[in-house]
């Protein structure tokens, strides 16, 4: 009971000194009015630049945003460029490429202007250990037979043993089964030169004539025995020779002219 008394006469108490501060505020003149002015805007400014801080970091959300958008239009831009600059280079080595075989085959053709060949594109390899053939792009159609010699410019490649309507297969001169008359062309001593297991750039030259004299760097060239390779086509250079016991047996590797594993455009003598 004296508890409820004492909390109603502290609520009167309070109630009084609330209308006592009111009735001085009324009546307080301007200069006493600005002093309660400052502390009550000492009290709320914290919070009038909380809400303006809060406002300006939305605004700048908003910008934010909005850089984010513009930037992800500039990367699909860039894209897109970046992609048609691709095509533009691929286009590009595609012509390159042909310019550059139509220039080698129109070298070729200047080189071996004494024949009648076909130009012709390498399309497939099929080498192993035992065999080393290639398919080009020609074939019965376009007037290709078999026991036709196949070039490069930098010398031969071998001679065609099938054909098909558009297609033939080539028997190279690093082939196993290949064996190739030729001359030795310092000494014009002739020889054969056929495939190894052991190197596909190299050949076996043997039958090396007893009194001929073969020394490194000798180039070998087609003799035109045998019916198949015309005379005077480059095959490669003596790379080393070997002599043995019985000087019959006698034989030396030669290096092709024609690196095979670059192969990649030919012509086909035709006459």
């Known amino acids: 009971m004296y508890r409820k008394k004492k909390t109603g006469i502290i609520g009167i108490i309070i109630t009084i000194i609330i ?77 390159k490429s042909e310019n550059d075989t139509l220039k080698e085959y129109m070298n070729l053709k200047d080189k071996y202007k004494d024949y009648t060949t076909m130009p012709a594109y390498v399309i497939n390899k099929d080498i192993s250990n035992y065999s080393n053939t290639v398919v080009i792009n020609v074939g019965e159609k376009d007037g290709i037979k078999e026991n036709m010699t196949v070039i490069a410019d930098e010398g031969l490649v071998g001679h065609v043993i099938s054909v098909t309507d558009h297609t033939s297969k080539v028997q190279t001169i690093i082939d196993t089964a290949t064996a190739v008359t030729s001359t030795i062309s310092t000494t014009k001593d002739t020889i054969i030169v056929q495939g190894t297991l052991e190197n596909s750039g190299e050949l076996k030259a043997t ?48 290096e092709t002219a024609v690196d095979f594993s670059k192969l990649a455009t030919v012509l086909v003598i035709t006459n």
């Open 19 to 95: 209308l006592i501060f009111l009735v001085v505020i009324t009546n307080t003149d301007i200069a006493k009015m600005s002093y309660v002015e400052n502390i009550v805007s000492t009290l709320v400014m914290p919070i009038q630049n909380g809400l303006t801080y809060l406002k300006g970091k939305l605004t700048g959300n908003d910008s934010f945003f909005q850089d984010i958008n513009n930037l992800k239009e500039e990367n699909e831009n860039l894209k897109k460029k970046n992609s048609e600059l691709e095509q533009s280079l691929r286009e590009y080595e595609i012509v």
């Open 207 to 254: 039958y090396i004539p007893t009194d001929a004299t073969v020394l490194q760097g000798d180039n070998v060239e087609t003799s035109g025995l045998g019916g198949i390779y015309p005379k005077g086509i480059h095959i490669g250079t003596i790379k080393e020779v070997y002599n043995t016991k019985n000087p019959t047996d006698r034989y030396a590797t030669v």
